[in-house]
């Protein structure tokens, strides 16, 4: 990093979205700055996040990697944070924050992009293939078929917008709303939306669960059990809540060990508590608790 990087504040802002997506029981504790260290470096390959001034999208390699860092498992060079300094070009525009919390939501907690579907297309029809993202979907559907759509409103669907992370539920709505655009196409044009998806370039598809959020479609081990279907809500829960355990990315059986009581009746959870939504918040400034040492 270049002198006029500091990386503290930009991170204790960072923590503040963590702490807010899983509603109090996780942040940054405590982190290690390194300015001015050579891309490639030997200090380069030890970092957790390298943030760069190449122009670049921020990206992780193999997330839910941190636990092999934090338990001294082979694999710190497969799995990282690689982040531009000047995202949003701005590092206090909440866009760079939310999007360093999005990234350690891969990192940390293992879950997986929210504003797209794992397959390519070409909404444009310009002879392009682009990844299919709801972003290209919604503007698809309302220019060309005055269909209305949503996307998911969490921070792994856009980190500069949303705080939170998903639940059953929102899995269930988006669902619902696909089914729901997909009868509406139909009855416009004859398809639905499958067929919409091969007419512009995308694979033939069976069913809509294909076309759900890359994170619904990635899998994961919850209690040795080989699990996808869940949002991240349940992966987190797995991850933090003492008695079960996460794997994900061939980094397996990792168990937070935390108590968490998400519905507030005084009483352990052992299993996420039923239509759980998510709170508003806390918005509490525990960014300021966290230490940062200068290496």
């Not at 669902?175 to 139909?186: D, I, T």
Request: glycine share 10%; proline share 4%.
């Amino acid at each position: 990093m270049q002198d006029k990087m500091t990386g503290e504040p930009e991170l204790q802002r960072a923590s503040q979205v963590v702490y807010d997506y899983t509603d109090g029981y996780a942040m940054i504790s405590e982190v290690t700055i390194k300015n001015n260290v050579q891309e490639g470096s030997e200090k380069w390959r030890e970092s957790m996040v390298r943030l760069t001034l190449n122009k670049t999208n921020p990206v992780t390699y193999n997330g839910f990697w941190y636990w092999k860092w934090v338990k001294n498992l082979d694999g710190k060079e497969n799995g990282y944070i690689i982040f531009p300094w000047d995202w949003f070009n701005d590092p206090l525009n909440k866009g760079w924050y939310g999007g360093m919390a999005h990234e350690l939501g891969h990192f940390v907690f293992g879950i997986g992009d929210e504003y797209g579907a794992p397959f390519s297309w070409d909404p444009n029809q310009d002879g392009k293939m682009d990844g299919f993202t709801y972003n290209d979907l919604k503007n698809l559907l309302a220019s060309k078929y005055g269909i209305k759509f949503e996307k998911m409103k969490t921070v792994m669907e856009a980190g500069d917008l949303w705080t939170e992370i998903s639940t059953p539920r929102d899995y269930e709505v988006f669902k619902e709303q696909l089914e729901n655009v997909s009868r509406e196409l139909e009855e416009k044009t004859g398809e639905g939306l499958l067929e919409l998806i091969v007419k512009y370039g995308g694979p033939k598809f069976n069913t809509l669960d294909s076309i759900m959020p890359t994170h619904w479609q990635s899998k994961y081990w919850i209690d040795g059990i080989p699990r996808n279907r869940t949002s991240a809500w349940e992966v987190v829960f797995a991850l933090l809540v003492k008695g079960h355990t996460l794997g994900h990315h061939y980094v397996y059986d990792i168990d937070a060990g935390l108590y968490l009581d998400l519905d507030f009746d005084g009483k352990e959870d052992d299993q996420l508590p039923a239509n759980y939504t998510t709170k508003t918040g806390p918005y509490t400034g525990v960014g300021y608790y966290m230490i940062a040492r200068w290496g």
